[in-house]
């Protein structure tokens, strides 16, 4: 028992290990690029492959039209995820108070109507069972919000991969 135990431990210590080597090389990339798109497209990436998702998509944030439209997809090779095209575009819900949105990284609850499109039935008809939901923020102003999704099985993010994930957002 004892031998199986040091094996699991030292299992779970090399893939810790590995997901920080990648947290690592996603934030270098972030950090050195002044590019939105490429900081986009490294986040969107770099949370699908950090979290295991099987895709993710990033929408910008409009605070006068109180909107976020998808500018960026991601999906893992080998997943048969479809996702909302460029530029279609949610209108948030007067119920949801945008500060709400900065205390992400959270699991979407499919429960809550976010935004006046049903952005919920929309990503149930893209087969997504699961999403976390990853603010984008630079200096206290929300840029927009990546959806890391899964589509294989409902899943709910664990403490430490919200902690991953706000690390790179």
């Known amino acids: 028992a004892a031998a199986i135990d040091k094996t699991r431990i030292y299992q779970d210590t090399e893939n810790q290990a590995v997901r920080?080597?990648?947290l690592y090389d996603i934030s270098a990339t972030i950090s050195s690029s002044l590019d939105l798109e490429e900081v986009v497209d490294s986040l969107t990436r770099g949370l699908t492959v950090l979290l295991?998702?099987?895709s993710a998509f990033f929408c910008e944030y409009d605070p006068q039209k109180k909107?976020?439209?998808v500018h960026n997809q991601f999906v893992t090779e080998g997943m048969k995820d479809s996702l909302p095209d460029n530029n279609v575009t949610?209108?948030?819900?007067d119920d949801i108070p945008i500060h709400y949105l900065f205390e992400g990284p959270f699991n979407l609850d499919f429960g809550i109507p976010y935004t006046k499109e049903n952005l919920q039935q929309s990503l149930a008809s893209y087969h997504v069972q699961s999403s976390l939901i990853v603010p984008l923020i630079d200096e206290?102003?929300?840029m927009g919000i990546t959806f890391?999704?899964?589509s294989r099985f409902e899943?709910?993010?664990l403490p430490n991969e919200i902690t991953l994930a706000?690390?790179?957002a």
Not at 90 to 93: C, G, I, P, Q
């Open 67 to 69: 909107s976020l439209t």
């Open 90 to 93: 949610f209108h948030l819900t």
């Open 155 to 157: 899943r709910h993010s």
């Open 140 to 142: 206290g102003t929300l």
């Open 20 to 22: 920080l080597d990648q």
């Open 166 to 168: 706000r690390s790179l």
């Open 52 to 54: 295991n998702a099987s």
């Open 148 to 150: 890391v999704c899964e």
